[in-house]
């Protein structure tokens, strides 16, 4: 089981020194785990009842705390369906699928996970670094990154491209915006490019819904744990087809996906 801690964390001295003594845990080793912004994953644990009784300690300081179990990131009931366009109404969202068309409230919308896709993706060793402190340091791209990534997406050609997850309280299913065929006619005006053009689609979802978006596919600790099991069960069939079928998937990012989901599903109510 992992334990989870996550926004709102500031990731200061204190916060570190607090959870160093709550959980034996070096201040050095937490800082590596825990960012501010995004989930991270205090203890792994093989005892739930063990894991329940670090969650209570670290609530108990305040904390926003999860036990997610890692099984959770490859469950075939949280399928990941593709969403080709939306309709923003006044009081819900319209999800339009490749087959049928969904209305979900505004006060339905869990979560959003914007991150990138990478074709064919499965688990993958984190790319070495020059230091440990270094591993999870936020990437900034240059300018000049950004358009060569915007050029690829919007061409077809690379091996990712930029989407975004959205989760439902009441649904495990997955709704998600892939930025090369997504329709993003209700933004108005020019396109930006396609990243861009999703990154303003999120913020509209997030500002009507206030759903919370997380960005940490790139750097959470979390990503440690997204490895395929050894056995998984076939998703049984039905209306809804998932986005393998329709091209673009990747384990780790699917997995990390749907274990933030999880953790905010138990840390967040409806409304």
Do not use: C, N
């Not at 989870?4 to 709550?22: H, M, W």
């Not at 501010?36 to 894991?51: E, F, K, M, N, Y």
């Not at 819900?92 to 993706?121: K, M, S, Y």
């Not at 396609?194 to 940490?216: F, K, N, T, W, Y």
């Amino acid at each position: 089981m992992l334990v989870l801690l996550g926004p709102p964390f500031e990731g200061t001295d204190l916060d570190y020194s607090r959870l160093a003594q709550a959980t034996g845990l070096v201040a050095y080793e937490l800082r590596s785990k825990l960012k501010p912004g995004s989930w991270g994953v205090v203890r792994a644990l093989a005892d739930p009842a063990q894991a329940a009784r670090l969650a209570q300690t670290l609530a108990g300081l305040g904390y926003r705390v999860a036990v997610v179990d890692p099984a959770v990131g490859h469950e075939p009931e949280r399928r990941v369906v593709g969403v080709r366009a939306i309709g923003l109404e006044a009081e819900q969202l319209i999800l339009h699928l490749t087959e049928r068309a969904i209305p979900v409230p505004w006060a339905g919308l869990l979560t959003i996970v914007r991150g990138e896709v990478q074709l064919g993706g499965g688990p993958r060793a984190p790319r070495p670094s020059g230091s440990s402190s270094a591993t999870f340091r936020a990437v900034v791209p240059s300018a000049a990154e950004l358009a060569v990534f915007r050029e690829s997406v919007g061409s077809g050609a690379g091996d990712a491209f930029a989407a975004a997850d959205l989760h439902f309280f009441t649904v495990p299913w997955v709704a998600r915006i892939d930025a090369r065929s997504f329709d993003f006619s209700l933004l108005g005006g020019a396109s930006e490019g396609p990243a861009r053009d999703l990154d303003r689609v999120v913020e509209e979802l997030a500002r009507r819904s206030g759903a919370r978006v997380d960005r940490g596919s790139r750097s959470s600790s979390l990503l440690s744990f997204t490895a395929v099991p050894a056995r998984v069960a076939t998703p049984a069939p039905g209306s809804l087809r998932p986005v393998r079928e329709l091209g673009g998937s990747d384990d780790r990012f699917d997995a990390y996906s749907r274990m933030v989901a999880e953790a905010e599903r138990q840390t967040r109510r409806p409304g």
